[in-house]
């Protein structure tokens, strides 16, 4: 088993950064590789980024650029930086992590991911 807790989302003015944090429990084999996806109210769920436990990452074209995440394996927690928000990246974010190492064009596959947290809010006004 694995449990995800997310924490450090908020409401932040465009043009605004934030930091977002996922702190992991739990079989550490059930969780090679981890990402972040996000999900706007009417909209499906899509990967934001992701990274593997060799910190191969791969994101997507929207956090090009503005997005960077990261892990730090002695404190289970996986990070994403957000800099240069927009208004719509306003979204749920969930954080989600799977076993052994994913190829890299897999990693913003939601249906590769088994394991997910319950979301942080992060809210950008413009």
């Known amino acids: 088993q694995v449990q995800l807790v997310e924490s450090g989302g908020g409401s932040v003015q465009s043009g605004g950064s934030l930091r977002v944090s996922c702190v992991a429990s739990?079989?550490?084999?059930?969780?090679?590789?981890m990402g972040w996806f996000r999900q706007a109210p009417g909209k499906e769920r899509e990967g934001v980024a992701g990274?593997?436990?060799?910190?191969?990452?791969r994101y997507a074209d929207s956090g090009q650029g503005r997005f960077t995440i990261s892990r730090d394996n002695a404190k289970n927690t996986l990070y994403l930086q957000m800099n240069s928000l927009k208004p719509e990246d306003t979204a749920m974010y969930y954080c989600?992590?799977?076993?052994?190492?994913?190829?890299?064009?897999?990693?913003?596959?939601?249906?590769?991911?088994?394991?997910w947290g319950q979301g942080t809010q992060v809210t950008v006004s413009s």
């Open positions: 989600a992590a799977g076993p052994g190492a994913l190829a890299p064009w897999l990693l913003l596959t939601r249906n590769r991911y088994f394991n």
């Open positions: 739990g079989d550490t084999n059930r969780r090679g590789y």
């Open positions: 990274i593997n436990s060799d910190g191969n990452t």
